[in-house]
């Protein structure tokens, strides 16, 4: 029994297949063009990634045996618009395109946070689809006029190759027009962008099969015609089942370009504070919690690559000799902050240095910072009421062992690294088999299918150390807010 997963990412399709025991047979990836604008606009044509998805499941499928199911990871929000004879009537438009400012302004102010927490649980953000649909809406009202389908990245993808206009929770949940406590197209958010319940899909949880492969699809692709269309999920929600973050108070700490913290919930809450705490639902079909601070290993990549103009981020770590005593700080507010602050005008800033501060204890400020803006996140996550007591950390910054410690002792959790390291093509792949009948649920599955590599345990007295220093840390955004509005601005 084989499986395959595929993510659509922002720069490539990755694709993979394994067995039913979780070995990954074998790994594909195809790139495609990304559009980007000076004016923040971001796109991407939904025929490449169709293009470049078929030929490499050519490529995965040749030779590899009886494919029984496929799943998806999907890059979020992205709008994709077809109309009556499902042609795309233009570029997707991105999770990090910035022109609905205004857009989101409107929905925030004029019809009211409130509404938008009691009607979607979130707040917009220029990320959600709800916003770039009323850009086209104003901006563009021929396409609009001619829209029948509303898509997400992996759902054409999945349209594709089953014919079948579907979607799913998770990923559902980052559009703003989901009631995501009711797990139901929300009437009052539909009124608000001015769409029709038609125009949208119908609603799966990311475990279950829509279709099969359908006969011209097998031929682009390779695929059988018996293989089983599985809808997957949003990346974060995948990317954690890839990671078995599946059950109540499991996180995931993604260092990543951007940092991630994913807390597993059986039950849902609203972030009604300005730290806008994402409250979306999980592909296990429960729910989930979510904090992105948007320059994690990128702070760490800018520091080392840009300013010690290096690639060896080993030798940099290596003379770092004060954990818990660094009196150095750094805020990792590179590109603007997303939670808790919500705040794009925020920035970078070192404070602390004298004449005896090295190019060690600076590497260390950058690591702790990010690390803290982390704990940020899970404070609230768990005023929330999320009991979180182990994470699993993922992303090019896992790599470093010291990092990992940093991570426990800072957020005083337990932190493993698990085998895997395919993470949301993995996971949809274990979507998949769920789809195909292979276990009774998610849960199951994670639990046969992914195994621990390493454990990082808190050392008491440097997340001691650790605890001091972070009101240190927390007071400083707010001693500075008004001097990075003024450098924005200038």
Request: aromatic content about 8%; proline content about 3%.
């Amino acid at each position: 029994m084989l499986t395959v997963g595929i993510d659509i990412g922002t720069s490539a399709v990755k694709l993979l297949a394994m067995d039913k025991n979780g070995k990954v047979l074998r790994t594909v990836s195809r790139d495609y063009p990304l559009y980007m604008y000076d004016d923040g606009r971001s796109e991407q044509d939904p025929q490449d990634w169709w293009n470049q998805t078929a030929d490499g499941l050519k490529e995965l499928c040749d030779g590899l045996g009886d494919i029984v199911a496929v799943s998806f990871s999907g890059q979020m929000h992205g709008l994709v618009a077809l109309d009556e004879n499902d042609n795309v009537l233009r570029r997707a438009i991105l999770w990090n395109d910035q022109r609905t400012g205004a857009q989101c302004d409107y929905l925030n102010k004029t019809i009211g946070r409130e509404v938008l927490l009691e009607n979607a649980a979130n707040v917009a953000l220029t990320g959600f689809t709800a916003p770039k649909i009323l850009w086209v809406k104003e901006h563009e009202p021929e396409i609009f006029a001619k829209i029948k389908k509303i898509m997400l990245p992996k759902d054409y993808i999945a349209y594709k190759l089953s014919g079948v206009f579907a979607t799913d929770y998770s990923d559902a949940s980052g559009m703003l027009l989901l009631d995501v406590q009711k797990q139901d197209w929300s009437e009052k958010m539909l009124e608000i962008v001015g769409v029709k319940r038609e125009q949208l899909a119908k609603l799966y949880h990311s475990y279950e099969a829509i279709g099969t492969v359908t006969p011209e699809a097998a031929k682009e692709t390779g695929l059988p015609t018996t293989a089983k269309v599985v809808i997957g999920g949003g990346d974060q929600a995948v990317g954690a089942i890839g990671s078995g973050i599946v059950s109540e108070g499991m996180c995931s700490v993604s260092l990543g370009t951007s940092g991630v913290l994913f807390v597993a919930a059986d039950n849902f809450a609203v972030d009604k504070s300005p730290a806008a705490i994402h409250a979306f639902c999980h592909s296990t079909g429960k729910y989930h919690f979510m904090g992105v601070t948007l320059s994690a290993a990128g702070s760490n990549k800018w520091w080392v690559e840009e300013v010690l103009s290096t690639e060896d981020y080993a030798a940099e770590q290596k003379n770092i000799d004060k954990i818990g005593k660094n009196p150095v700080y750094f805020l990792p507010y590179l590109s603007g902050e997303r939670t808790p602050h919500n705040d794009p005008l925020a920035r970078g800033a070192f404070v602390g240095m004298n004449a005896t501060t090295t190019r060690a204890d600076m590497t260390q400020a950058v690591m702790e910072g990010v690390t803290f803006s982390l704990r940020d996140i899970l404070v609230r996550v768990r005023e929330l009421g999320a009991n979180v007591k182990t994470a699993r950390i993922i992303g090019g910054g896992a790599k470093s062992p010291l990092w990992c410690q940093m991570t426990a002792d800072i957020l005083g959790l337990k932190v493993e690294k698990i085998q895997a390291s395919e993470g949301p093509a993995f996971g949809a792949a274990i979507l998949a088999m769920v789809g195909a009948g292979a276990f009774a649920n998610v849960e199951e599955a994670c639990s046969k299918l992914i195994a621990i590599s390493e454990t990082y345990s808190p050392c008491q007295e440097i997340a001691a150390l650790y605890d001091q220093r972070y009101p240190i840390y927390k007071n400083l955004y707010t001693a500075l807010k008004d001097s990075f509005h003024a450098i924005a601005t200038q």
